[in-house]
């Protein structure tokens, strides 16, 4: 009854072949017109990054960064996070540093707490800031190369002066490019 029999084919095994992967086609490149949308009723944390233009009606909770576009926060939005963009345009309320390429326009009905960090910076009558605001340009921002000048050229100098330690009339070494004068 369960014994196979002698003269029947062996039944072929199904076999499994998965499909070769297929290529995506990588996403095209934003276009001047690409905008994202929050809307009113969205909270998101966490970090957005992307390369269209950002509009903001609802709740973000963390970090923007928007590569070469701009970012809008309308009337209905509110942002807790610090915002990175070529422009930047508050109509509704933001805690945090708004870092603009180009330039930070608050609005009317704007109200920000937190430092603006742009080129060009534009309070409109009505709106509402409180923080710093730092407008100098991208190359201005890097440090300058330290150059020598007048100071102390002995490090010992610096250090405040002992009780009893007459440092006034005791003559300074030579600074640098100064001839000795003791012999």
């Known amino acids: 009854m369960w014994k196979k029999k002698e003269n029947e084919p062996p039944t072929p095994e199904p076999t499994f072949k998965p499909e070769a992967p297929t290529a995506r086609p990588a996403a095209p490149p934003p276009r001047r017109g690409d905008r994202a949308t929050i809307g009113p009723t969205l909270k998101i944390r966490g970090e957005i990054s992307g390369e269209e233009e950002l509009v903001i009606q609802g709740q973000i909770d963390g970090k923007i960064l928007v590569k070469g576009q701009g970012v809008t926060v309308g009337k209905?939005?509110?942002?807790?996070?610090?915002?990175?963009?070529?422009?930047?345009?508050?109509?509704?309320?933001?805690?945090?540093?708004?870092?603009?390429?180009?330039?930070?326009?608050?609005?009317?009905?704007?109200?920000?707490?937190?430092?603006?960090?742009?080129?060009?910076?534009?309070?409109?009558?009505?709106?509402?800031?409180?923080?710093?605001?730092?407008?100098e340009r991208a190359k201005q921002q890097q440090p300058r190369p330290l150059t020598p000048g007048p100071g102390p050229a002995n490090p010992d100098s610096t250090k405040p002066a002992e009780p009893g330690d007459n440092q006034a009339n005791k003559p300074s070494p030579p600074g640098p490019g100064q001839p000795n004068l003791r012999s």
């Open 76 to 135: 209905s939005g509110k942002v807790t996070a610090d915002i990175h963009a070529r422009t930047i345009r508050v109509e509704g309320k933001v805690r945090g540093d708004l870092f603009g390429e180009q330039e930070v326009i608050i609005e009317t009905s704007g109200d920000v707490e937190g430092n603006l960090i742009a080129p060009s910076v534009r309070l409109e009558n009505g709106s509402r800031f409180k923080g710093s605001i730092d407008m």
